[in-house]
Nanobody
Framework: QVQLVESGGGLVQSGGSLRLSCAASGSISSIIVMGWFRQAPGPEREFVASVDGGSPKYDDSVKGRFSISLDNAKKSAYLQMNNLQPDDTGVYYC?????????????WGQGTQVTVSS
């Protein structure tokens, strides 16, 4: 069984910072990609950032403000969010694409709320 535990969300004023953490545990042979999506009120979940063994990827809306990193030894990903704006408000979901033995799987965390007040 695999778990993704997110932490670090909260309420912050415009221009402030938060650091999200996502810790994976369970039957994981290797991590291929970890990243974050977010969902504002509404049905759409949008890509924020991802990281694998190479260069991180960011949505244009967060480039220059957010920074993602991966610690393979701890099976954890981190999202440093600076200069937060009200449009960054939403539930942030961690996801992981990983190998468990011979099988490749995707997994999502439960989400953590980020609220940015103006």
């Amino acid at each position: 069984q695999v778990q993704l535990v997110e932490s670090g969300g909260g309420l912050v004023q415009s221009g402030g910072s938060l650091r999200l953490s996502c810790a994976a545990s369970g039957s994981i042979s290797s991590i291929i990609v970890m990243g974050w999506f977010r969902q504002a009120p509404g049905p759409e979940r949008e890509f924020v950032a991802s990281v694998d063994g190479g260069s991180p990827k960011y949505d244009d809306s967060v480039k220059g403000r957010f920074s993602i990193s991966l610690d393979n030894a701890k099976k954890s990903a981190y999202l440093q969010m600076n200069n937060l704006q009200p449009d960054d408000t939403g539930v942030y979901y961690c996801y992981m694409n990983f190998r468990s033995g011979a099988v490749t799987r995707n997994y999502w965390g439960q989400g953590t709320q980020v609220t940015v007040s103006s």
